[in-house]
């Protein structure tokens, strides 16, 4: 089923599907744009000349999969983003909770009739800037920890519905985080090339069709990746999609980053480094299920960031995960032993929902009768396989074509 990983980079027809998945579900280069333009004018925003924390922002820097390149839709039937920065502040390091998140709410919100006013809400640890175009801002006040590693931070527990509750401080260092899985899943420059063209072949379709509506200054999206980011951000995708009816908390996405950082590896193709990223995470869950145990999983650069403290909130939660991991696990297994293309669009449907799923292998098929039409495919006398450019010149990778068995299909009816 898979070509020669280093060369092909998405040889197979299934690493292209679960490539053009993450495509469609990840922050696009105009929203990405759009994402930095906003958190820029938030940071100035915040220490205009009538704020409560005018000249106390020390530094304004993304965390998480904003951080890292992995963010993803938030929302399976929308195209919603939470983009997560954190507001380095000069207050002291006793500041009590409540006062660091009401200070950056009011500070963000303003007065009456100003900009966000009415689209600012406090949440328990980060005030939420909502857009009309479903994007989320979530900043998050943090006070720097003295002599301590780089940006080691105090950040704040408090809710807001409980005023007489005084919440709790936490140590934290996303910033530490970021650049340790940065270092631990270190970009594949063939691939993210590879990668990042499809990404803009795609995007250009979709404005071509609609245009932005906020123009802002081009960004440098983050595309230099490794398989590992996409393999994270296809899982992420999938525990949204077991999530999506469920009313409990889900599986944090910083726990999901640190256990891909950790079975990283090199030289797989994007099928399998999938199949194996899932197999490795139930089998620290099994254990820790079998054994009765929470899963306890942390910061590697700051071991008193708890980066599980609010899930699993329980065995029998964390039993529901093992439970989905093992139908994912069985499930990827699957396609990547050789599913004919209508299973693979079950499967995957089931994985990572409809909506993208559909449209993947819709264009999927369409290049496949192009390639037909245009004369560009053929049958190997000797294996009976249909030869169809997979990454050759018909996609603009310019890797060479394979030969693959013929597979059952119902792309062009009966």
């Not at 909770?97 to 406090?122: H, M």
């Not at 934290?172 to 970009?187: I, L, M, V």
């Not at 590879?194 to 081009?218: G, N, Q, W, Y």
């Amino acid at each position: 089923m898979h070509g020669d990983s280093d060369s092909g980079f998405l040889a197979s027809h299934l690493d292209q599907l679960l490539a053009d998945v993450a495509i469609r579900i990840q922050l696009s280069q105009s929203n990405f744009n759009k994402a930095v333009h906003r958190y820029g004018a938030v940071s100035q925003w915040i220490e205009r000349n009538d704020s409560p924390l005018k000249d106390r922002v020390e530094l304004f820097y993304p965390q998480g999969s904003m951080a890292i390149g992995a963010t993803i839709a938030s929302k399976l039937r929308t195209d919603e983003f939470d983009i997560d920065v954190v507001a380095q502040l000069m207050l002291p390091e006793s500041v009590a909770p409540r006062v660091a998140l009401d200070l950056l709410f009011e500070s963000i919100r303003g007065i009456q009739g100003s900009r966000y006013y009415n689209i600012t809400k406090r949440r328990s640890r980060c005030v939420t800037v909502d857009y009309s175009d479903n994007m989320h801002l979530d900043v998050t006040p943090a006070v720097l920890r003295l002599g301590y590693p780089e940006r080691e931070s105090i950040i704040f527990h408090q809710r807001p519905e409980t005023p007489s509750d005084p919440g709790y401080p936490l140590i934290a260092n996303p910033y530490g985080f970021a650049e340790w899985f940065k270092r631990e899943t270190p970009s594949d420059l063939g691939f993210a090339s590879v990668f990042k063209a499809r990404a803009l072949r795609h995007e250009d379709l979709i404005t071509e069709k609609m245009a932005d509506s906020e123009p802002v200054e081009p960004q440098e999206h983050p595309f230099r990746m490794s398989r590992s980011v996409i393999a994270l951000q296809l899982l992420k995708r999938w525990r949204n999609v077991q999530y999506d009816t469920r009313a409990s908390r889900r599986p944090p996405s910083v726990m999901i980053a640190k256990l891909v950082a950790d079975a990283s590896g090199q030289g797989m193709s994007l099928s399998d480094e999938l199949l194996k990223q899932a197999t490795h995470m139930l089998a620290l869950f099994r254990e820790h299920d079998f054994s009765g145990r929470l899963v306890n999983i942390v910061n590697p650069v700051c071991l008193d960031d708890v980066l599980t403290d609010r899930w699993p909130e329980s065995l029998a939660s964390q039993r529901i995960f093992v439970n989905d991991l093992e139908g994912l696990v069985a499930m990827l297994t699957r396609l990547v032993s050789g599913a004919a293309l209508d299973d693979m669009q079950g499967i995957m449907m089931r994985l990572f929902g409809e909506a993208p799923t559909s449209d993947v292998f819709r264009e999927h098929g369409q290049r496949i009768g192009d390639a037909i039409a245009a004369g560009e495919s053929r049958h190997d006398t000797g294996t009976g396989g249909l030869v169809v450019p997979t990454t050759g010149s018909s996609l603009g990778t310019g890797q060479p074509t394979q030969v693959r068995r013929t597979p059952r299909h119902r792309f062009f009816g009966d």
